[in-house]
């Protein structure tokens, strides 16, 4: 998976958030979740299953 498509997935994720602290703490939580990603050196067979999993969570905890 290469940087500027894990860039585009997260802002379109952040793109659905529109309340300032609601955005906000979004942001924060998908950018830990980049780092995440980054750190993870392998990617499973299925990267975007995985990738999926990690994009939609901040959306489903803060609904």
């Known amino acids: 998976i290469s940087k500027k498509y894990i860039r585009e997935k997260f802002q379109k994720v952040?793109?659905?958030f529109y309340l300032p602290r609601e955005?906000?703490?979004c942001q924060k939580r998908s950018l830990k979740l980049k780092m995440k990603i980054m750190k993870q050196k392998r990617v499973s067979s299925k990267p975007n299953n995985?990738?999926?999993k990690i994009l939609y969570q901040p959306i489903i905890?803060?609904?």
Request: charged share 50%; aromatic share 8%.
């Open 14 to 16: 952040e793109q659905r």
């Open 23 to 25: 955005y906000e703490d």
């Open 50 to 52: 995985q990738l999926k």
């Open 61 to 63: 905890k803060l609904n």
